[in-house]
């Protein structure tokens, strides 16, 4: 870290403490050189890969597309975005655990299913059905069948 004011590279920690919303540790230091005193922040760096759409196009990777869909899904149904939120986290969270520089988008697309899934019958179809594109009603069928059975088991 070099001094701001006199480019030094040669400083000491005075203070250190967790900054006020807890996502960064504040640090106070003084140059051995110069004897100024400056404030440094350190963040944990959020690597998100990119993701390769089903046409081959690579984009980064947009958490607002992935509220966007499921907010789409659940519209109309008793789902509070207090739910989604953290659903949503644990999407990104499982994408970067992945620590791929790359991500296919069904892999994304399968993890929200799944996180639907669990949560709403019916954000769950509504979701699939965009998704997978069903090119007739007996796929739409059959992803139905697949959810009834799914539900009669946990019961």
Not at 15 to 40: H, L, N, P, Q, Y
Not at 62 to 73: F, L, Q, S, V
Not at 100 to 125: F, R, W
Request: charge should be positive; glycine fraction near 6%; charged fraction near 35%.
């Amino acid at each position: 870290m070099n001094c701001p004011f006199c480019s030094n590279v040669e400083n000491r920690v005075i203070d250190s403490r967790v900054s006020k919303d807890g996502d960064a540790i504040r640090r106070r230091r003084e140059c051995v050189g110069c004897g100024k005193r400056f404030t440094t922040y350190e963040f944990v760096e959020d690597v998100l890969p990119m993701v390769i759409k089903k046409d081959g196009r690579r984009e980064n990777f947009d958490r607002a597309k992935i509220i966007t869909g499921i907010k789409k899904a659940c519209e109309k149904r008793p789902i509070s975005i207090d739910v989604i939120e953290p659903m949503i986290d644990r999407i990104e969270q499982s994408c970067q655990e992945l620590q791929l520089k790359e991500i296919p988008s069904s892999i994304i697309g399968e993890k929200v299913m799944g996180e639907l899934h669990n949560l709403d019958g019916i954000a769950y179809v509504r979701f699939a059905s965009v998704y997978r594109q069903f090119k007739d009603i007996n796929e739409f069928l059959e992803e139905l069948k697949d959810l009834l059975n799914t539900k009669v088991k946990r019961e």
